[in-house]
């Protein structure tokens, strides 16, 4: 089992940051990619970022490529998402979930925390 617990959301003004972290417990995470996905109101979930833990290879999707950094931190355990230049567009709800590298799919997931960008 992993647990996730994110933090870091808020209320932001557009072209402001904020910094999202995912405490990780449980299992050990070598063998885990570790991805952040957001569904803003009446959206489907969607993906934002992920990182592979062992390697720290990562890959984003094309909305936020650039303004986006996910990274990870191995002695606390924590992943990291970096958001700047935030735009109205990107107020979402912000998962961290968990996927073993030989796992057909994200099976852990953190309870989620609020993204508000005004303009």
């Known amino acids: 089992q992993v647990q996730l617990v994110e933090s870091g959301g808020g209320l932001v003004q557009a072209g402001g940051s904020l910094r999202l972290s995912c405490a990780a417990s449980?299992?050990?995470?070598?063998?885990?990619?570790m991805g952040w996905f957001r569904q803003a109101p009446g959206k489907e979930r969607e993906f934002v970022a992920h990182?592979?833990?062992?390697?720290?290879?990562?890959y984003y999707a094309d909305s936020v490529k650039g303004r986006f950094t996910i990274s990870r931190d191995d002695t606390k355990k924590t992943v990291y998402l970096q958001m700047n230049n935030l735009k109205p567009e990107d107020t979402a709800v912000y998962y961290c979930?968990?996927?073993?590298?030989?796992?057909?799919?994200?099976?852990?997931w953190g309870q989620g925390t609020q993204v508000t960008v005004s303009s």
């Open positions: 990182i592979r833990w062992s390697t720290g290879n990562t």
């Open positions: 449980g299992r050990t995470l070598s063998n885990y990619r």
């Open positions: 979930a968990a996927q073993h590298v030989l796992g057909p799919s994200y099976n852990y």
